[in-house]
């Protein structure tokens, strides 16, 4: 019977365990699940999951009486678990869809996701939009050439003994059209120092496609004690950004809370995007908010169109002098192109021009964002490309050739 069963596979305190070629279809709770406890300090190892079909087999958390899972799969307590070349799909009769990947209380390191196509059916107002949702990253942990149908949620990242918590590269995320409500997103980033959950350190989001969100970076500093530090977006393509119908509901970058939860920390880097909103009737917010942070925030060679309430805005007043706004095109924004609410730091070398983009963002001859860009040291661009190409970076998030 279909959802009469709790669920398909349970890998409980186990290691070196290979499941892969298995079609999963329609249990009650989760499809795979491969739990060690939640143990910041004890962790299965050498397991993976690929090659396999998981349908409509996770439920929201909470739908269920015993409620311990809530993924297609779900994970606690791993080093090194792989995730690869597997197709997940959960799109429920009733609507209560649980995550492709789920990892709350999560305790992930080394952790590799990809080549894997994830669709999660989002149901404004049912559940959360995330196709991916794990907590407490502990380091060393990478997600890429994935395509993913729905979020990615990363609640408290951080390094360990790697050189980064997350890195999530090139990537599809976002939703197949462009929805007419504000709890679509391509990341969820969240800290809660409350709960020892305060931290999204060394994260990097590079060379991703998110698409038709109404937030292409949402980021949730619940409380006051929280650090964001060595935050990169790089060489990302934030394109249809914002709501179908709804005026002033779409962000590039967005925070949830105000000026109270300022996070510590610093130098966040948001260089080489493409931010632009959504090519429908109504109006989209802002590109880039400088979203509470008080440390270094640099904003170079992006390029920022068709948002309504400006290029950039502090929407907290939490600015610093160590905030820089350099070399990046601002194009049919409001504001008169114009970053918003800045009353410290440096904003110099900003352009107001058409920035003569290709369908795909690259960029046309004649572009103004040609050489006009500054070498942040970034090596290669969206497509790989080495940067700079010529004698000088471009302002985007492709090199010109």
Known sequence: TAYGTLGAIRVSYRGNVEISNVDIINFKEFGIVMHNGESATAFAT???IHDSTITNSGAYVGVYSTGDARGSIDITSQDGLKIYNNIIKVDRPNGDNGNCIDGVEGYIKNMKVYNNVLYKKHYPGKTWDFSIEIWSWLGGNEIYNNTITGSIDIVHA????STYSVWVHDNTIGQPTLMNTEDTRGFMLEEYS???RGHLDDLILERNNIKNVAAGININTANSGCYITNLRVSYN???GIGQSSTNYKGWGVVSSFGAGNIASGGNVSIWNNVFKAADVSATQMWGIDLFNV???VSIKNNIIIGFEYGPVYDSAGSETSSLVIQNNIFYNNGNSNTPRAISSGTVSNNFVSNPL???DFNLQQGSPAID???NVGLTTDHYGNNVPYNTATDIGAYEYR
């Open 158 to 161: 951080v390094k360990g003994s």
């Open 194 to 196: 409350g709960d020892g």
């Open 294 to 296: 008080n440390g270094p």
């Open 46 to 48: 050498g397991n993976s």
């Open 357 to 359: 983009l290709t369908s």
């Open 372 to 374: 006009k860009g500054l």
């Open 237 to 239: 393509i934030f394109e």
